[in-house]
């Protein structure tokens, strides 16, 4: 038998659960072992839990048919999450050198002091992210250690959350078997982010909008730091429950009915005769084509709800600096037809859609759509945080290895937007 290194990932959303079970290779890409799916039954409303039984069942379950499919049975995961109130702050922290060399202890010192400086228990503390250093009178720091000084300064960004939302959520992970350790709950708009980005993203300027069944996430980078991370509680779900409203049907109809408008890109008017004397359409098919249009306009305008309220959030964080690479969606809702023209309109900027697909291999097929983004990110959270003796390892039949690592590409560039009059005449 051989051995490989494997990491988990559970993904809570809003309607389903999504475990994941990676390889970490080289090129800083992951092989996808196992996946598995569970559907919540609105055990979590809008990243929160509301039912601990259903919960507990939907991770029991998705755990379960990704264990079986990695051939090995998970223990040991990091967890997505993004309910409750999200709070991110910068902290400037200060701390004497007297003119020695910079140690990795004196970063464990700085962060460890931005955290007591929120001023709030250590269980609702999630991430703690230094932005930037500055020794003596030099800014501009990525990496101090070993550089000399009299003192050491850093802007840290500290990202809390709901100590109830926190402690369920832990809770409830607990109760399905598994473990889950201090630095293991991750916001999942931080891990689609590390999914999707690169360096160079991250450097000339780019804000990432998860788009999930009960929440909005949005995490800006600039000059290669986190600028901010903001959180709505409002997502595709919401979409279903005002179409189950309008037409009058209950939540699973109308998911049903959106998938289908939204399945393929087209348009929604009713097809025009071609001569005087062509007959006219169907009564039936007009009557089609009218509830095409319907879905999409009420679809359409919670749609545009949500990206204004992000829209409005990342004009205050960004204070008017220019972002090169614009806006990358992910989420299931990233995956409508032309909704890259719909977003470019909003914001004014440069969108595309962001695929994870790029940094996997394996079960690629089951993985690489944006709305897979936060679960494999959460997997590079698990690689970085968790310690040797931490990560679990999954034995292989002899003669059975790895596939071998393609090449690895740059994202492409954001595509070109559609012109508004395409868009209106789809939507009309």
Same mark, same amino acid.
């Given at each position: 038998?051989?051995?490989?290194?494997?990491?988990?990932?559970?993904?809570?959303?809003?309607?389903?659960?999504?475990?994941?079970?990676?390889?970490?290779?080289?090129?800083?890409?992951?092989?996808?072992?196992?996946?598995?799916?569970?559907?919540?039954h609105?055990?979590?409303?809008?990243?929160?839990?509301?039912?601990?039984?259903?919960?507990?069942?939907?991770?029991?379950?998705?755990?379960?048919?990704?264990?079986?499919?990695?051939?090995?049975?998970?223990?040991h995961?990091?967890?997505?999450?993004?309910?409750?109130?999200?709070?991110?702050?910068?902290?400037?922290?200060?701390?004497?050198?007297?003119?020695r060399?910079?140690?990795?202890?004196?970063?464990?010192?700085?962060?460890?002091?931005?955290?007591t400086?929120?001023?709030?228990?250590?269980?609702?503390?999630?991430?703690?992210?230094?932005?930037?250093?500055?020794?003596?009178?030099?800014g501009g720091?990525?990496?101090?250690?070993?550089?000399?000084?009299?003192?050491?300064?850093?802007?840290?960004?500290?990202?809390?959350?709901?100590?109830?939302?926190?402690?369920?959520?832990?809770?409830?992970?607990?109760?399905?078997?598994?473990?889950?350790?201090?630095?293991?709950?991750?916001?999942?708009?931080?891990?689609?982010?590390?999914? #999707? !980005?690169?360096?160079?993203?991250?450097?000339? *300027? =780019?804000? $990432? /909008?998860?788009? &999930? +069944?009960?929440t909005?996430?949005? #995490? !800006?980078?600039?000059?290669?730091?986190?600028? *901010? =991370?903001? $959180? /709505?509680?409002? &997502? +595709?779900?919401?979409?279903?429950?005002? !179409?189950?409203?309008?037409?009058?049907?209950?939540?699973?109809?109308?998911?049903?009915?959106?998938?289908?408008?939204?399945?393929?890109?087209?348009?929604?008017?009713?097809?025009?005769?071609?001569?005087?004397?062509?007959?006219a359409?169907?009564?039936?098919?007009?009557?089609?084509?009218?509830?095409?249009?319907?879905?999409?306009?009420?679809?359409?305008?919670?749609?545009?709800?949500?990206?204004?309220?992000?829209?409005?959030?990342?004009?205050?964080?960004?204070?008017?600096?220019?972002?090169?690479r614009?806006?990358?969606?992910?989420?299931?809702?990233?995956?409508?037809?032309?909704?890259?023209?719909?977003a470019?309109?909003?914001?004014?900027?440069?969108?595309?859609?962001?695929?994870?697909?790029?940094?996997?291999?394996?079960?690629v097929?089951?993985?690489?759509?944006?709305?897979?983004?936060?679960?494999?990110?959460?997997?590079?959270?698990?690689?970085?945080?968790?310690?040797?003796?931490?990560?679990?390892?999954?034995?292989?039949?002899?003669?059975?290895?790895?596939?071998?690592?393609?090449?690895?590409?740059?994202?492409?560039?954001?595509?070109?937007?559609?012109?508004?009059?395409?868009?209106?005449?789809?939507?009309?």
């Open positions: 038998m051989s051995d490989q290194q494997i990491f988990a990932a559970i993904d809570l959303g809003s309607t389903k659960v999504c475990a994941l079970v990676g390889q970490a290779l080289e090129e800083d890409r992951f092989e996808i072992v196992g996946i598995g799916t569970a559907s919540t609105h055990g979590i409303r809008n990243g929160t839990i509301v039912d601990v039984q259903q919960t507990v069942a939907a991770i029991r379950k998705a755990v379960e048919i990704a264990g079986r499919k990695a051939s090995h049975p998970l223990t995961v990091v967890v997505g999450f993004a309910g409750g109130e999200i709070e991110g702050q910068d902290q400037r922290v200060m701390i004497a050198l007297k003119d060399e910079v140690q990795e202890s004196d970063i464990d010192r700085i962060l460890q002091e931005a955290r400086m929120m001023g709030c228990a250590p269980s609702e503390l999630l991430h703690t992210i230094p932005k930037g250093y500055r020794i003596d009178e030099q720091i990525l990496n101090p250690i070993g550089m000399v000084g009299a003192r050491l300064e850093a802007q840290v960004h500290v990202i809390r959350g709901s100590d109830m939302v926190l402690a369920n959520l832990k809770r409830s992970v607990e109760r399905a078997g598994l473990t889950v350790r201090e630095g293991d709950l991750v916001l999942q708009p931080l891990a689609s982010a590390r999914a #999707v !980005l690169t360096e160079d993203d991250k450097e000339l *300027g =780019v804000c $990432v /909008v998860d788009i &999930g +069944g009960g909005t996430g949005m #995490v !800006l980078y600039q000059n290669g730091a986190l600028s *901010g =991370v903001r $959180v /709505v509680p409002l &997502g +595709g779900a919401a979409m279903t429950k005002d !179409l189950a409203a309008v037409l009058r049907i209950s939540q699973a109809d109308a998911e049903r009915v959106k998938r289908e408008v939204f399945a393929t890109p087209g348009h929604s008017e009713p097809p025009a005769p071609e001569e005087e004397d062509a007959p359409p169907s009564e039936e098919a007009m009557s089609a084509a009218g509830r095409r249009v319907q879905v999409r306009e009420v679809v359409e305008a919670r749609l545009e709800e949500i990206l204004r309220k992000v829209k409005s959030d990342l004009d205050r964080l960004r204070q008017g600096a220019f972002l090169a614009g806006v990358v969606l992910t989420g299931g809702v990233a995956k409508m037809p032309n909704i890259v023209s719909f470019e309109k909003i914001f004014e900027m440069p969108v595309s859609v962001g695929h994870p697909g790029e940094r996997v291999q394996g079960l097929d089951q993985t690489s759509g944006p709305e897979f983004a936060s679960a494999v990110g959460l997997l590079y959270f698990a690689r970085d945080q968790w310690s040797p003796a931490e990560v679990p390892v999954r034995e292989l039949p002899i003669g059975e290895t790895a596939s071998p690592v393609p090449v690895k590409k740059e994202r492409e560039g954001p595509p070109a937007g559609v012109r508004l009059w395409n868009w209106l005449r789809e939507i009309i």
